[in-house]
């Protein structure tokens, strides 16, 4: 879950995105007001899934026309949580757009994806009611994924896997190319030497997570991509 703001813009707080003055409608342009977009996915679209707001981070660019957005929900898990990423434009440069899923990527460089589901609506006539529409029709879809992942993650602390074992895996999945040679490397290195002591049991979420620390070297465009074929890839490894 990542909101990366390397481009030129800057972290602000929701007061200061909600200060920016919004520029006048055109004939074919409808600006939907930064305050507003957030204010509904906080107050509204999120009701449906019956969740809260664990934290939230805000971005701007220079000039404050183009804003982005990343709110992290509180669940009951620590691995497989749950975000929304947002990102809008008062220079007609993007259009409005949320992203939903446990991987949600969010850059001021444009890249903007998340792994349940996407909405882009155009600033067009009715921008605004059908935002609202299509946001309302994705929300359980996205919290179905999140109790899918979370199973997931369930299955995966339950299965033990002694440390060659996890070796054996990695060296399947480097052959089948899953991983590349650089990738594995980090896989391999971390299951020797986990870099975090939440990873240190030796169970097929470990070497999962092994697994995704090194997808994190590769394309960011890529980066939701390889990592739901790593989660599809597991999985059918514990139902074979």
């Known amino acids: 879950m990542s909101l ?7 972290q602000v707080t929701l007061d200061q995105v909600k200060q920016v003055p919004v520029p ?6 409808r600006p939907v007001a930064y305050g507003d977009a957030v204010d509904y996915l906080k107050h509204q ?5 019956g969740l809260e707001i664990e934290s939230e ?14 709110l992290t929900m509180k669940t009951n898990s620590d691995e497989s949580g749950l975000s929304i ?15 939903v899923g446990q991987q949600v ?3 001021d460089n444009l890249m903007f994806s998340g792994s349940a589901f996407q909405v882009v609506r155009k600033n067009t006539l009715n921008v605004w009611a059908d935002f609202q529409r299509l946001v309302a029709g994705q929300m359980t879809s996205a919290l179905g994924h999140y109790q899918n992942m979370e199973r997931d993650t369930r299955l995966m602390k339950a299965l033990p896997c002694h440390e060659q074992r996890g070796y054996a895996i990695l060296g399947v999945a480097l052959g089948e190319g ?11 290195g971390d299951w020797q030497q986990p870099r975090h002591e939440e990873f240190a049991e030796r169970t097929m979420w470990s070497l999962y997570n092994c697994v995704t620390e090194g997808l994190k070297k590769g394309s960011p465009a890529r980066t939701l991509d390889r990592h739901a074929a790593a ?9 074979s």
């Open 57 to 70: 981070g805000y971005g701007l660019n220079a000039k404050a026309d183009q804003m982005f957005a990343l």
């Open 45 to 49: 679209a999120l009701l449906k899934l």
């Open 231 to 239: 989660h599809d890839w597991f999985m059918g490894r514990l139902a």
């Open 24 to 29: 006048q409608a055109t004939k074919t342009w």
């Open 85 to 99: 990423g947002m990102r809008q434009s008062y220079n007609k440069s993007l259009a409005l757009g949320v992203a």
């Open 4 to 10: 990366l703001l390397h481009c030129g813009s800057e």
């Open 105 to 107: 990527f969010v850059c």
């Open 178 to 188: 899953l991983l590349t040679p650089t990738q594995a490397t980090v896989a391999y």
